[in-house]
């Protein structure tokens, strides 16, 4: 099992910056990628960004440019700098971790980011 929570969502006014944390434990040596979704209301979960053990990352195009996806493989955290929020971009995000233990891989609980315009 691997448990993943996540922090920093809130309220921020467009144009403004966010950074999404999530720590994950348990069977941390099991995880693969890692990776930022996001639900908006009335719309289907959208992947944001991942990032492989290695570094690699990919984004949505939507977000590329504005957001940032970083690891700390030592500290068993990863990030979601958002900078150039949209009102757009408002949505319940969530971290997931893909391990080898299960094929869906693991999710956090979600954050509400919520850009005003």
Known sequence: QVQLVESGGG????GG???????ASGSIFSINNMGWYRQAPGKQRELVATITSGGSTNYLDSVKGRFTISRDNAKNMVYLQMNSLKP????????HAGSRLRAA???GQG???TVSS
Not at 17 to 23: H, K, V
């Open 88 to 95: 757009e971009d408002t949505a319940v995000y969530y971290c």
């Open 17 to 23: 910056s966010l950074r999404l944390s999530c720590a």
């Open 111 to 113: 954050l509400h980011v």
């Open 11 to 14: 309220l921020v006014q467009g």
């Open 105 to 107: 891989g693991y999710w």
